[in-house]
């Protein structure tokens, strides 16, 4: 099974930007679509970046494109979102998961979160 841990969140004041990485271990991410997702308080969890098998893909909620970049370095066994020009509609806890090749409409490996606070 794929084991995913997140890390680089934090508390950043609204214009700042965290870089997150989600490490891989026990398959490579290479069998895998690769997301971020993030539920803020009192919210649903909504996507915000997808990336495909061989980074072919990738998806953007609207209201972080331009913002977001989600890349993996596949030699690591990393994925990363890079998030720029944060805002305070931005605070959640933000998920890594994983969708293996044979079913990759389906999330079915997800990390333990890491928290994201801007501060206005």
């Known amino acids: 099974q794929v084991q995913l841990v997140e890390s680089g969140g934090g508390l950043v004041q609204a214009g700042g930007s965290l870089r997150l990485s989600c490490a891989a271990s026990?398959?490579?991410?290479?069998?895998?679509?690769m997301a971020w997702a993030r539920q803020a308080p009192g919210k649903e969890r909504e996507f915000v970046a997808r990336?495909?098998?061989?980074?072919?893909?990738?998806y953007y909620l609207d209201s972080v494109k331009g913002r977001f970049t989600i890349y993996r370095d596949n030699a690591k066994n990393t994925v990363y979102l890079q998030m720029n020009s944060l805002k305070p509609e931005d605070t959640a806890v933000y998920y890594c998961?994983?969708?293996?090749?044979?079913?990759?409409?389906?999330?079915?490996?997800w990390g333990q979160g890491t928290q994201v606070t801007v501060s206005s």
């Open positions: 998961a994983a969708a293996p090749w044979i079913d990759s409409a389906k999330y079915s490996y």
């Open positions: 990336i495909s098998l061989s980074d072919s893909t990738t």
């Open positions: 026990g398959r490579t991410i290479g069998a895998y679509n």
